[in-house]
């Protein structure tokens, strides 16, 4: 099971980015997915995550409004579209995938625990 996050980079207060993870070693279409964040001194955050392609999704209550998360099963890719960054945004962003069953991703409550990380993307927000 191997989660390749990329697309994140430095960009001014207000811009936007967009997050794409591919998976290899299952398939995606019977995975939870999510995005976790690691600010500098700060624990992990769990920002978003969804089940099917169909269901409601997850947002924090810190991206919710900015953030949007998508999964494409076809092409085995999760995306995290960033609009709106702010400073606190700025994060080593991970996805994150774990079977559905485990139920790891509830649309109210949050991430819980999700047993296949990537190695994560730096974002900067920054003028």
């Known amino acids: 099971v191997q989660l390749q996050a990329s697309g994140g980079g430095l960009v001014q207060p207000g811009g936007s980015l967009r997050l794409s993870c591919v998976v290899s070693g299952f398939t995606l279409g019977y995975y939870a997915i999510g995005w976790f964040r690691q600010a500098p001194g700060k624990g992990r955050e769990g920002i978003s995550c969804i089940n099917s392609s169909t269901a409601s999704a997850y947002y924090a209550d810190s991206v919710k409004g900015r953030l949007t998360i998508s999964r494409d099963n076809a092409k085995n890719t999760v995306y995290l579209q960033m609009n709106s960054l702010k400073p606190e945004d700025t994060a080593v962003y991970y996805c994150?995938?774990?079977?559905?069953?485990?139920?790891?991703?509830?649309?109210?409550?949050?991430?819980?625990?999700?047993?296949?990380w990537g190695q994560g993307t730096q974002v900067t927000v920054s003028s």
């Open positions: 994150v995938a774990d079977p559905m069953w485990r139920n790891g991703c509830d649309s109210d409550s949050g991430l819980g625990n999700f047993g296949s």
